[in-house]
C-alpha cells in the first residue's frame, strides 16, 4: 500500500534537491529617477545591485538608503535593501562591472545642439564598462534603458565595449534594450505592474537573463529585436504627447462652442472597439471615405470660424496627402508606363469610391501618361460611379476627374491585370490578391507596390516595395 505521506516527503525531498538559479547580481549605472526606482525594485526581487554614478551625492544618499527624488515608496525601499545588504552605491563603473553579472545602463540622453540625441554620457559610461569587462571572466549583459534613436544601443555603445575591452559581443558578452514605462509618481507600482516588458537581444542567452529578472512581475516579457525596442519607447511617449494634445484641442474647440470638453471625451473614452484600440494604429495606406475626410475638414473649419488654434487637427489632412505623395512617388520609381490598381474602393467590401485615396494616385498617374488597369472585387462596369460625384464634387479630385474614363480602366478577372501590367499597387488585403502578387512578383518580376501590408512578413524579393515597410 502507498504511503502518501512517504510520498510526499520524498517528492519535498527531490524538489528542494533541484538547484535554484541564483539570483543575478546587477549594475545600474545613472542613479537618476529610472536608475534609483530600478535599483530599489531590483533589489526588492532579491537582486544584489550597485548603484553606479558620477555625482557623489546621488551615491551618497543610495548607499545610506535615501530616496535621492521624490517618488512614492522609493525611500522605503532603498532603505530595506541596504539593511539587507542588498543594495551598495559606488562611482567605480569598471568595477561594477568586474563583480555583477548585468548592467543596467540608464544614463542622461539630453538633446543636442542640433535637436538630435545627445550621446556623450552613453560613451563615457561604454569605455568605463568596458575597463570591467576587459578583465572580468564569464558572460556580462549590457541592458541599455535609455531614450535613444534606433540602431544606438549597436552603433554607438557596443563597438566601443568590443574596442576597449578586447572581447567579442555573442561570445563574452550580450547587450540587450529593454525601454522603462515608469510613470513619474507612481514609477515603483509601474515597476511591479507594467503595462508591457519588452527585450530587445542579441543572442538567446542575453534574453534568458532578462526574463529570469523580470520573471516575478511579467512572465511573458515581448521579445524582439533590438532595433524595434529602442522604437518602441519613443513611439510610446510620441503617442501620449499625441493624445494630450488631441484632447487639448477638442477641449478649445469645445469651449469656443460652449460645449462641456470633459463630457465629450468621457463619452468618447468608453468606445474600447475602436478609439482605445488596436483599430487604425497600424502604418498603411491614407485615410479616406465618406466620413473621415469631410469631418477632418469640418472641424478645421469650424474651428477657423470660432478663431480657435488647432495645429494637430489642421494638419491631418497635409499627413494623409504625404502617405498619397509616397504611393505616388514609388509608382513613378517603377518605371512602369501600365500600372495595375488591386483594390479600387477606399476599403474591402464596399463600392465606395468617395475620397478613396487611390483614385488621387490614378489621377497624378494618368496626368503622366500612364495606362491604368483597375479591379475591385465589389465595383464592376455597372457601379453607380456617377451617382457618387455631386457628394464629392469639393473633397475628391481624384474622382472628379476620372469619372468619365474609370469604367474603361475596370478589368474583371485580376489575374489579367497581373498578366497585363508593368507593376501592381495593392491597396486592398484579400487571400486572391496575395496569391496573385507572389505570382506577379516571382514569375512575372512585375514591381509590386503594396499599401496595405499584404503579408505579416514582408517578402524577400526585391521587386516588392511596402509603403512604410
Same mark, same amino acid.
Given at each position: ?9 520524498? @517528492?519535498a525531498?527531490?524538489v ?19 536608475g ?8 526588492? $526581487? ?9 555625482d ?22 532603498l ?22 553579472d ?18 556623450? +554620457? ?23 534603458r535609455c531614450?535613444?534613436?534606433? #540602431? ?20 563574452? &558578452?550580450?547587450?540587450? +534594450?529593454?525601454?522603462e ?9 509601474? &515597476? ?7 527585450? #530587445?537581444?542579441?543572442?538567446d542567452?542575453t ?16 521579445l ?10 519613443y ?10 494634445? &488631441?484632447?487639448?484641442?477638442? #477641449? ?15 463619452v &468618447? ?23 473621415l ?7 478645421a ?29 514609388l509608382?513613378?520609381d ?7 490598381i ?6 474591402p467590401g464596399?463600392d465606395?469610391?468617395r ?6 494616385v ?7 501618361? %500612364?495606362?491604368?488597369?483597375?479591379h475591385d472585387p465589389?465595383i464592376?462596369?455597372?457601379?453607380? %460611379?456617377?451617382?457618387?460625384?455631386? *457628394?464629392?464634387?469639393?473633397?475628391s479630385p ?6 468619365g474614363? $474609370? ?11 497581373? @498578366?497585363?501590367?508593368?507593376a501592381? %499597387? ?6 486572391? *490578391? ?14 509590386? %507596390? ?9 517578402p524577400?524579393?526585391?521587386? *516588392? ?5
Amino acid at each position: 500500500m502507498l504511503d502518501i505521506a512517504a510520498f510526499d516527503r520524498a @517528492r519535498a525531498g527531490l524538489v528542494a534537491a533541484q538547484p535554484v538559479p541564483p539570483k543575478a547580481a546587477i549594475s545600474v549605472v545613472g542613479l537618476g529617477y529610472v536608475g534609483a526606482v530600478s535599483t530599489a525594485c531590483l533589489s526588492s $526581487l532579491g537582486h544584489e545591485v550597485v548603484g553606479v554614478d558620477i555625482d557623489l551625492a546621488k551615491v551618497a544618499d543610495i548607499a545610506a538608503g535615501r530616496a535621492p527624488i521624490h517618488e512614492r515608496d522609493l525611500g522605503s525601499l532603498l532603505q530595506q535593501g541596504v539593511c539587507k545588504g542588498l543594495i551598495t552605491a559606488t562611482d567605480d563603473l569598471a568595477g561594477a562591472v568586474r563583480d555583477t553579472d548585468v548592467t543596467f545602463v540608464s544614463v542622461g540622453t539630453p538633446t543636442a545642439p542640433d535637436g538630435g540625441c545627445d550621446y556623450r +554620457f552613453i560613451e563615457a559610461a561604454a569605455r568605463s564598462m568596458a575597463e570591467g569587462l576587459k578583465v572580468k571572466p564569464g558572460f556580462h549583459v549590457f541592458v541599455m534603458r535609455c531614450s535613444i534613436p534606433p #540602431g544606438t544601443t549597436m552603433k554607438v555603445m557596443t563597438p566601443i565595449l568590443e574596442e576597449l575591452s578586447g572581447k567579442k559581443l555573442g561570445m563574452d &558578452f550580450g547587450v540587450a +534594450f529593454n525601454p522603462e514605462f515608469l510613470r513619474e509618481g507612481v514609477a515603483v507600482a509601474d &515597476f511591479y505592474a507594467p503595462p508591457k516588458t519588452v527585450i #530587445g537581444a542579441t543572442c538567446d542567452q542575453t534574453a534568458d537573463v532578462l526574463r529570469r529578472i523580470y520573471a516575478p512581475v511579467d512572465e511573458a516579457p515581448i521579445l524582439t529585436s533590438i532595433e524595434t525596442a529602442e522604437m518602441v519607447k519613443y513611439v510610446d511617449n510620441v503617442w501620449h504627447a499625441t493624445k494630450v494634445c &488631441f484632447a487639448n484641442e477638442v #477641449g478649445r474647440l469645445a469651449k469656443s462652442l460652449e460645449v462641456d470638453s470633459h463630457a465629450v471625451m468621457d463619452v &468618447f473614452c468608453r468606445d474600447t472597439k475602436l478609439n482605445l484600440s488596436p483599430y487604425y494604429l497600424k502604418p498603411g495606406f491614407a485615410y479616406g471615405g465618406s466620413c473621415l475626410p469631410k469631418e477632418v475638414r469640418a472641424v478645421a473649419h469650424i474651428a477657423k470660424a470660432q478663431g480657435v488654434c488647432l495645429p494637430m487637427i489642421e494638419n491631418l489632412g497635409a499627413s494623409n496627402r504625404a502617405q498619397i505623395d509616397s504611393a505616388i512617388r514609388l509608382a513613378r520609381d517603377t518605371g512602369a508606363r501600365r500600372i495595375g490598381i488591386l483594390g479600387l474602393a477606399f476599403k474591402p467590401g464596399t463600392d465606395d469610391l468617395r475620397e478613396s485615396p487611390i483614385l488621387e494616385v490614378i489621377a497624378a498617374l494618368r496626368a503622366e501618361g %500612364i495606362e491604368i488597369l483597375i479591379h475591385d472585387p465589389a465595383i464592376t462596369r455597372d457601379t453607380a %460611379i456617377e451617382s457618387q460625384l455631386g *457628394y464629392v464634387r469639393h473633397g475628391s479630385p481624384g474622382l472628379a476627374a476620372l469619372a468619365g474614363e $474609370l469604367r474603361g480602366f475596370l478589368v474583371d478577372d485580376p489575374r489579367e491585370v497581373a @498578366r497585363r501590367s508593368d507593376a501592381i %499597387i495593392v491597396t486592398q488585403r484579400n487571400l486572391v *490578391y496575395s496569391e496573385i502578387v507572389q505570382m506577379a512578383s516571382e514569375d512575372l518580376q512585375t514591381p509590386i %507596390i503594396d499599401v496595405v501590408r499584404l503579408y505579416d512578413e514582408c517578402p524577400k524579393i526585391a521587386t *516588392y516595395r511596402g509603403i512604410g515597410w
